[in-house]
């Protein structure tokens, strides 16, 4: 067993995986992105809309499916972090 599964915690938050996903793949389906993430489908529903009420996510609507922009140029939320865009943390981890 690895240590990510023995102790219960990762460095990264599941919002913060939700958009590392969709910058990765725009036209992810919930389904996949809670695969993915390693979350339900409705966590994955709210940790959408909180990032789409957040500004922080962008969704359109293109036949019957939902193509997702994560607004890169955004701040972090959290006061040690402000000065650090999404992206320059995405930039970061993102698989190359």
Not at 7 to 22: I, K
Not at 46 to 72: F, K, M, P, Q, W
Request: aromatic share 4%; hydrophobic share 40%.
């Amino acid at each position: 067993m690895n240590d990510e599964k023995r102790s219960g915690w990762t460095f990264l938050t599941n919002h913060a995986h939700v958009l590392l996903c969709l910058v990765g793949d725009p036209e992810l389906r919930l389904r996949e992105l809670a695969g993915l993430v390693g979350i339900t489908e409705r966590a994955t529903q709210r940790i959408v809309a909180e990032l789409a009420d957040g500004g922080y996510l962008s969704r359109t609507r293109v036949g019957r499916r939902n193509v997702y922009e994560v607004h890169l140029e955004l701040p972090l939320r959290h006061p040690l972090e402000r000065t650090h865009t999404v992206g320059e943390l995405l930039a970061q981890i993102a698989p190359r």
